[in-house]
């Protein structure tokens, strides 16, 4: 079946600005989850998705925000575009139980700069 | 998620095995030990993981001590393929990737 497909897959903003991130997850998986990957602070985890709630969301200014649609495909926003915005942003697909194990599958991830 | 600490960088010959190290002393005893590769330019993928019990899959196995505060990642025959920076993580098994928490890894390198 496909993977978790992301795009676009390079961008390039200017200060200021805002980006919108789009995320397919795998078909069947309800859970879709965020990362931002930096040479400074390595991977990290902005929040995560399922069922078109937000389920999950780590330490990032309110800045960066999401959302999921009925098909489960999910789109990351980022308004107010910094410089440390930079970054590789990589979404990641789970079927969402809430038990059990299942492994993490992620996109290639948007590579977005900001100058 | 308790912290683990892993080698910045490791380097092996290619088709010999490689051990990875991964210490979690902090560990808890609902935490499973899983680990993650990144190859260049790749988003991360699945590797293996386990409990208490030593486990193996077609890509890797994985030891585990007796006390579950270290464990190690064994590639048995490393090819060039296998370059790339792998990723110790303490978590209880959910069926979600939420809030995987990745520290900096060990980058291995693979050469003839």
């Known amino acids: 079946k496909a993977g978790v497909t992301q795009t676009p897959r390079y961008l390039i903003k200017t200060r200021g600005q805002q980006v919108t991130l789009s995320c397919s997850p795998i078909?069947?998986?309800?859970?879709v989850s965020w990362y931002q990957q930096t040479p400074g602070q390595g991977l990290q985890f902005l929040f995560e998705?399922?069922?078109?709630?937000?389920?999950n969301k780590g330490n990032f200014p309110g800045r960066f925000s999401g959302r999921q649609f009925s098909n489960s495909r999910s789109e990351m926003n980022v308004s107010t575009l910094e410089l440390g915005d930079s970054a590789l942003y990589l979404c990641a697909s789970s079927p969402g139980g809430s038990g059990g194990f299942s492994e993490a599958f992620f996109g290639q991830g948007t590579r977005l700069t900001v100058v | 998620d308790a912290k683990t600490t892993q080698p910045n960088s490791m380097e092996s010959n290619e088709e010999e095995p490689v051990h990875l190290p991964c210490n979690h002393s902090?560990?808890?005893?609902?935490?499973?030990i899983h680990w993650y590769r990144q190859l260049p330019s790749q988003g991360p993928e699945y590797v293996i993981h386990?409990?208490?019990s030593n486990v193996n899959n077609r890509m890797a196995s994985l030891a585990i001590a007796e006390d579950r505060k270290s464990s190690t990642l064994i590639l048995h025959r490393a090819t060039l393929r296998d370059a790339a920076v792998y990723y110790c993580i303490l978590r209880v098994n959910t069926g979600t990737a939420s809030k995987l928490t990745f520290g900096t890894g060990t980058r291995l390198q693979v050469t003839l």
């Open positions: 078909s069947g998986h309800r859970s």
């Open positions: 998705y399922f069922s078109e709630t937000q389920r």
């Open positions: 386990g409990l208490t």
């Open positions: 902090t560990i808890s005893g609902t935490d499973y």
